[in-house]
């Protein structure tokens, strides 16, 4: 089963000219927002960017020296950075506009980056890490129509619009993904239309009154939603468009990890539905969400993460 290694052996000496942008890209440009590039790649503010090639070995050499952490939350990361700093369809792209912070006050964990693909551009927004406050604020979709992330992310799109030179497309992984579409949909006009592609990979979709909105309606014919068989996160709440079901070397919830994924030389691989387990949870979220109030959904997650913090529990693997 082929995955986005062997897809960047393939396609690796190929540039973005040769070899147009496609689902695979989306995949591997959105696992790369992992990567904890701060002092690496230039923020907003900046006027340059810095080459995928070169940020992998200042990256290194930072490792090396013991300035920096590999703090990723994925294991084959360190190969991902190997293979991407060797390959010369994405050793040359440039990194800019990198933003990460996270606030434990307002119930945030935020980064972004954009990435050049040849004369495109691919505005790349991180899903949740393994901090204990990103996964809060998953959670506080439950209860709340707009999360503190949703917000940053319109604000930075509009920010980095103009240091975009034409059309681009926009995604994410997990979380980031309903970045993305959030602030597709959110943003002004002028911005909206030079949107390509909106680009979410096993993503939490929304609420119907968000799915019905003017400026979701607006972007829907250029979603481009993928989730694994045994998707679990990609189910929860509402997307409003097709789903396009992917196959996954893994099982159950390690198949929202984007290395498991299975690729061919230029797509995803497509699976003919989900499975069983994935409807049976999807359905039982959904009666939960459902027989619940925002009052009621709110003191359940305020609960349980009342406790974590009694336990000074501040990350996942802690946990």
């Given amino acids: 089963m082929a995955c986005l290694f062997d897809y960047i052996k393939w396609r690796g000496d190929l540039d ?35 080459s995928i090639a070169l940020a992998v070995r200042v990256f290194k050499e930072r490792l090396k020296e013991g300035s ?18 060797a390959s010369r369809r994405f050793g040359n792209c440039q990194l800019f506009g990198y933003v990460n912070f996270i606030d434990t006050i307002r119930e945030i964990q935020f980064s972004a980056v954009c ?9 790349v927004f991180r899903g949740t890490d393994s901090s204990l406050v990103g996964w809060k604020e998953d959670f506080n979709m439950c209860f709340r129509d707009v999360i503190p992330s949703q917000l940053e992310a319109v604000k930075y799109l509009e920010n980095m619009s103009p240091m975009i030179k034409g059309k681009f497309r926009i995604g994410g992984h997990s979380k980031g993904g309903n970045l993305a579409i959030f602030a597709a949909s959110k943003c002004r006009r002028k911005i909206q239309k030079r949107i390509i592609e909106i680009y979410s990979n096993d993503a939490p979709g929304f609420n119907e009154k968000f799915i019905s909105s003017a400026g979701f309606l607006a972007i829907k014919d250029r979603l481009r939603i ?81 406790i974590f913090n009694a336990a000074e529990v501040k990350s996942i693997s802690e946990l």
């Fill in 115 to 123: 990435i050049t693909t040849g004369k495109g551009c691919f505005v």
């Fill in 16 to 50: 973005f000219s040769e070899s147009p942008f496609n689902p695979v890209d989306n995949i591997i440009l959105s696992q790369l927002s992992y990567l904890t590039l701060d002092g690496i790649v230039p923020g907003p503010e900046g006027k340059t960017g810095i």
């Fill in 226 to 306: 993928y989730v694994p068989q045994s998707s679990i996160i990609g189910m929860f709440m509402e997307h409003g468009s097709s789903l396009n079901i992917i196959k996954s070397s893994e099982s159950g919830l390690m198949q929202h990890c984007l290395y498991s994924w299975e690729v061919t030389h230029n797509s995803l691989v497509s699976a003919d539905k989900a499975t069983v387990s994935s409807i049976f949870i999807n359905k039982t979220i959904r009666e939960w969400v459902n027989n619940n109030d925002y009052e009621h959904r709110e003191q359940f997650i305020e609960a349980l993460y009342y």
């Fill in 68 to 85: 920096i952490k590999l703090t990723s939350v994925f294991k084959e990361d360190p190969e991902l950075i190997k293979a991407l700093g």
